[in-house]
């Protein structure tokens, strides 16, 4: 059952009239449909064909599952020139085809043993990195398509940002890339994250020489791109909002005073309490901390259940080991301090630093929080300051704490929404990557850019103030 996901008729029937988009198939040509599957595709061309009383084209079907395949001889008994082949796609040249149209099966790396992999690698460009057997199958069909055919495929979309595609997509760009199509996320259910049509046309005579590519979004927004033909990500070209062209001080990190990843222990284990569990003696170096899995998208509210113990004073300075008091105690024991000195990062720093100094006069503030990875962009505030927010957490401290509930409501409406969609970086499974460098380029609208009031140098809470569910002292 390798990666089954049958098409729904009516997406089948939108992926037929985009395959015959303006030129309805003659009798003489073939169509594939590689995984065919019970022969979705192959009725839905039977299907348009009937509507519009034309001789269908030659139909053959590639089907490595005898289950499917017995389902398919079913579903197509008594059709003339229609081709059910028992076979692996990827295994041997299908012969060469005027069209293709199919949804590729969806099989991870993961899902692959060793030898599989390594005879993929042996025989694909797109079996690069964490490969997905989808991309080994557009691989596959473009051999196989015409110089002057047209390929429809349903996948996931994550093949036009994720780097392991990169070879996908430069294959891609040596043909005429017609349209991407986002199709609704309801469409498989929960199989299939993001579907996309992609509709891929002509060979390209010279570099350069391509049209650009209709894109139809999700939101029902349609517009045309040029796509890069090297191989980098596509997610830019997407984007409903362009890179930003306004200038440095129009951008988030102009009215910032700072914007960074949260603080990197390197041994949370050992740093890390449940506040209600945090001794008395400890108190003064305890400090409320959140990360990235704690910040819930359902609510508004932060809410911290650890503190962090930090051996640092409240200017970000490492106490000496002599001030550590009841802190070094802990940090002391024999079991602790081995766990401390096993981190690469003390090879240059005191055994009970962090891996990061972290920079306590500018963090301690109010701020706005975000996670680091996320399926979409959502922002927190800390209005206190009080939170020290940890590795998997990004903050961003406003020069004016004051403008916190203004940049937060821009930040969290659809504008700076569909602009860090456009603009980030995708993790492995299509989540955004929200980092410091895209975020300080995100453009403000000219309210957020009138000129700030700092605030005064100075930590904006003590340690040991504990940290009440809704977010306010307590
Ligand atoms: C996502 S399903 C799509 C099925 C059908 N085309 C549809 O849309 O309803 C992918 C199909 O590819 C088949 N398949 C997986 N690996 C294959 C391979 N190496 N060669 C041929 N078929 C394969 C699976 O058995 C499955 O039927």
């Known amino acids: 059952m390798k990666g089954f996901v049958p098409t729904p008729p009516a997406t089948v029937d939108l992926m037929v009239r985009k395959l015959f988009h303006g ?21 839905g061309v039977l299907r348009w064909c009937a509507r519009r009383g034309l001789t269908p084209p030659r139909l053959v079907g590639v089907e490595s599952d005898p289950r499917h395949l017995a389902a398919a001889r079913a579903a197509l008994a008594g059709r003339q020139r229609v081709e059910l082949r028992a076979a692996d796609f990827l295994e041997r040249n299908p012969g060469s085809f005027d069209l293709v149209i199919g949804n590729p099966p969806y099989v ?26 989808y991309l080994l199958f557009f691989e596959q069909a473009l051999r196989a398509l015409k110089p002057d055919g047209r390929l429809v495929f349903i996948t996931p979309e994550k093949f ?11 294959l891609l760009a040596g043909r005429q890339v017609e349209e991407l199509h ?33 894109l139809r979004l999700r939101d029902g927004s349609h517009r ?3 796509l890069p033909d090297d191989g980098r990500s596509w997610q830019s070209s997407l984007g409903r909002t362009p890179a930003p062209t306004c200038a440095a001080d129009g951008r988030l990190g102009a009215i910032c005073r700072r914007i960074s990843c949260g603080v990197a222990t390197g041994a949370d284990a050992v740093f890390l309490r449940p506040t209600a569990e945090v001794p008395a003696e400890l108190a003064r170096y305890a400090y409320p901390t ?28 490492l106490l000496p080991a002599a001030e550590l008091g009841a802190l070094g105690a802990t940090l002391v024991r024999p079991e602790v301090r081995a766990r401390l000195e096993r981190r690469t990062c003390v090879l240059r720093k005191p055994w009970y630093a962090f891996h990061e100094t972290p920079p306590l006069l500018e963090l301690l503030r109010p701020k706005i929080l975000c996670k680091d990875i996320a399926a979409e962009p959502r922002f927190w505030a800390d209005r206190s300051g009080r939170l020290v927010p940890r590795h998997s957490v990004y903050y961003l401290v406003p020069r004016d704490p004051e403008r916190i509930d203004a940049l937060l409501a821009y930040l969290n409406g659809p504008t700076a929404r569909r602009w860090l969609q456009g603009n980030c970086q995708r993790a492995a499974n299509g989540f955004l990557r929200l980092q410091s460098r895209v975020l300080r380029g995100l453009p403000l609208p000219a309210a957020l850019l009138e000129p700030a009031r700092e605030a005064p140098v100075r930590p904006a809470v003590r340690a040991g103030a504990a940290y009440a569910c809704t977010g306010e002292p307590r």
């Open 290 to 317: 959140i990360a990235g899995r704690e910040l819930a998208i359902a609510t508004d509210t932060v809410r911290s259940r650890h503190s962090l113990l930090l051996p640092y004073d409240e200017t970000g300075r």
């Open 224 to 226: 045309r791109v040029s």
């Open 160 to 170: 036009l940002y994720v780097e392991s595609a990169a070879p996908l997509r430069r």
């Open 23 to 43: 030129r309805a198939p003659r009798a003489e040509q073939t169509v594939l449909d590689p995984g065919c599957g019970a022969g979705a595709f192959l009725l």
């Open 182 to 214: 986002q199709v609704a996320e309801t469409t498989f259910g929960p199989l299939v994250t993001y579907p996309l049509i992609t509709t891929v046309g002509r060979e390209r005579g010279s570099p350069g020489a391509a049209r650009p590519t209709r």
């Open 108 to 133: 991870s790396i993961t899902g692959l043993d060793e030898t599989e992999k390594a005879a993929y690698r042996s025989r694909f460009v797109t079996a690069h990195g964490r490969f997905d057997l």
